[in-house]
C-alpha cells in the first residue's frame, strides 16, 4: 500500500493525522494530571495518619477518663464514711472507728489505682480551677487569698479535676 493511500485511509476513518506537538502537550497534560493525583494520593494518605493518631489518644483519653463518673458517684459516700469516722473516733470503741479508716483507706487507695486522688488544699494559694470558695474567713496568719479551712475535699483525675475543693479563703481582718 502506498503512502497516498494509507494517508487517504485515515482521513476516511477519521483518525486524526499524528502531530509532534498536540502528542507532547497530551504527554504533558498526562503528566500534570499523575502529578496531580500523586498529591492527592500523599495528602490523603499523611490525613489518614493524622486521623489514626488522633483516634489512638482518644482510644486513651477514653480509657484514662472512663473511671471518671464511676468516681465521682462514690465520693459522696467516702465523704461520708469520712464524716462517720470522724462522729464515731469519740463516742465508739475504737475497733470500730479502725475498721471505718481501713474502708476509708482502702477507697482512696482503689481510686488511686485509677488515677483518682485528692486535691490539696490547705495552706495552699487559692486556685479558682480546683477550689470552689464558699466562705471568706478574716485571718491574721495566713496571706490573703490562702486556704485556711477544707470543707469538701476536691479530686482529680490524673490532670483533670474531677470535683473541686469547697474551701474558706483567708482574707484580711477587719481593723477595730
Known sequence: MSDTTQQSENDIAGEPKPNNASATE????VQRQRDEYFDQLQRTRAEFMNFQKRSKTQ?????IYAV????????DGIDNLERAGVALKATAPSGIHEGLDMVHKQLLAT???????PIEALGKPFD???H????QQP???HPEGTVVNELSKGY???ERVLRPSKVAVSVKPAQS
Open 132 to 135: 470552689d470558695a464558699l466562705v
Open 26 to 29: 497530551d504527554l504533558g497534560q
Open 68 to 75: 471518671g463518673s464511676l468516681a465521682r458517684d462514690l465520693l
Open 139 to 141: 485571718d491574721a496568719h
Open 59 to 63: 482510644a486513651d483519653s477514653d480509657r
Open 111 to 117: 481510686l488511686a489505682k485509677h488515677g483518682v486522688e
Open 156 to 158: 482529680r483525675i490524673r
Open 128 to 130: 479558682p480551677n480546683e
